[in-house]
């Protein structure tokens, strides 16, 4: 019976071709490339790992067999690790108080001799090598080798966690970390956008020039016939990894402006919108960029943003979750852990990085309404026109009113930009009449993608209002 072939045997796979391999080997390198290109540093790697694997097991038989058997004690211990981690506790938790509660209710359903004078269903096996006999020659196959449990046992733990890393960073990856923004740390500034970037996150595209703004290329240099605004803001100018920059309403306003640009005055051939909005920026941030950088010779200069900007004093990327020039993470969950650290400092500590209360927040406001000034009048120095858009966020627009922080901004800032002929607004009645569309606003002080659009149809009005005044 032993002698008998049950089963036919399983032929080896011939050796194949050298054109299938090529086309394998270039096909797995050039999915890889693209994904490197994209910023999937680790799916590339993990492309070209699995292409070179392929490519080794096609065209040597001997080094195909250490792989299956490579991959054979991968399956094993994966599979042990994961029966362990997902069916040990519920037969433990669920069977385990089950058989309990029946032992201690003297309740037998299968007559396992909790009571001797019941019949029993169990019935004493024969001994286990008496058993592996007759296997044995039931399958006639030869009793298989022993392994090393250890071994198995950590190849298991190794797929699992290799498997658990794997996925967390793919998980993470399609949230949108692991491809950050960087920041140039700069001692007169604090920090901007490193130059020349591009990214997509979060479903959003975002292009950051070589002067750090979130816009496309520009000159310094203003061209002939070109009507050149410079927008000065914080994270609600720049819009958020969530907005395409094309939906961002600098890009939107510039859109709108060329559709007709003779009604500016001079009639210029094309309207440059410059924006240069960064994540927690202030107004002495935006002096210090503006000192160190110029104005671009823009036609006109808006401050954006809301008025509590103004109790930002000028710190530096170390209060933030951000990644400085030439440290971009590796890995996905390095930027969420990052996250996840910046998270429970503002908890525990109990506040923000941007405002300082107590005596100092008075001192605070005072240098950032001194900021702005400053803007407004180096501005006016240089001949260019300067206009304030001070935006309510989504509180302030349902109450009607501004809120008691934002009250005291306005108190000292709106004097001195009176006195000084700066035009300004505060378009609470806009908000408030289109609190009722959909994707107005993102976290309650970010616009969203319908109230860019809004903002940047109101901008458009107000920008050949203040353009044209004398």
């Known amino acids: ?51 070179s694997l392929l490519a080794l097991g096609l065209s040597s038989q001997s080094l195909r067999r250490h792989l299956l058997r490579a991959f054979d004690w991968l399956g094993a211990g994966a599979g042990r690790v994961t029966t362990l981690a997902v069916l040990w506790p519920f037969y433990v938790l669920v069977f385990g108080a089950i058989r309990l509660a ?13 009571r001797r004078e019941q019949p029993s269903y169990w019935r004493p096996a024969a001994p286990e090598t008496k058993r592996a006999k007759y296997y044995e020659r039931l399958f006639t196959v030869e009793p298989a080798g022993e392994q090393s449990h250890v071994f198995a046992w950590a190849i298991g733990i190794l797929a699992f966690v290799l498997l658990l890393a794997g996925s967390s960073e793919l998980i993470l990856r399609s ?60 994270s609600t100018l720049y819009g958020g990894s969530y907005i395409d920059q094309k939906q961002t309403y600098a890009a939107r306003l510039e859109y709108l402006l060329n559709q007709n640009p003779g009604e500016l005055p001079n009639s210029p051939r094309r309207v440059e919108v ?68 910046w998270q ?22 005072a240098e950032g309404v001194d900021a702005w000034i400053g803007i407004a009048t180096l501005a006016q120095a240089q001949g260019s026109k300067t206009d304030f858009e001070l935006l309510p966020n989504e509180d302030e627009a349902r109450k009607g009113r501004a809120g008691e922080l934002t009250q005291l901004v306005l108190d000292r800032l709106l004097p001195e930009l009176a006195g000084r002929r700066v035009s300004e607004a505060y378009p609470l009645p806009l908000i408030r009449s289109n609190l009722g569309v959909p994707k107005l606003y993102h976290d309650g002080a970010h616009l969203d993608v319908s109230g860019h659009r809004i903002y940047a149809q109101y901008l458009r009005d107000r920008v050949l209002q203040v353009a044209s005044a004398e």
């Open 102 to 114: 029946l032992s201690a209710a003297r309740i037998d359903l299968l007559g396992l001799r909790l």
């Open 274 to 341: 410059l924006s240069m909005g960064v994540n927690g920026w202030g107004p002495q941030h935006e002096l210090a960029y503006v000192n160190a950088f110029g104005l671009f010779h823009a036609d006109l200069v808006m401050v954006m943003g809301p008025p509590a900007d103004a109790y930002r004093p000028r710190y530096g990327i170390e209060h933030f979750p951000f990644f400085a020039e030439g440290h971009r993470p590796d890995f996905a969950w390095q930027e969420f852990w990052e996250h996840l650290r």
């Open 1 to 51: 019976m032993k002698d008998l072939q049950w089963f036919p045997p399983i032929l080896e796979p011939r050796a194949a071709s050298v054109r299938p391999i090529l086309w394998s080997v270039v096909a797995g390198a050039a999915f890889g490339c693209l994904l490197f290109a994209r910023g999937h540093r680790i799916l590339a790697l993990g492309v070209w790992v699995v292409t």
């Open 344 to 365: 429970h400092n503002q908890r525990s500590t109990g506040g923000s990085a941007g405002f300082d209360s107590g005596s100092r927040e008075g001192q605070v406001l």
């Open 175 to 234: 949230m949108g970390f692991g491809n950050p923004i960087v920041y140039r740390v700069d001692p007169r500034i604090g920090y901007y956008p490193a130059p020349h970037q591009d990214v997509h996150r979060y479903g959003g595209e975002i292009h950051i020039n070589a002067f750090g703004m979130r816009c496309r290329d520009v000159a310094a240099e203003k061209p002939a016939g070109t009507f050149r605004i410079l927008m000065l803001g914080d």
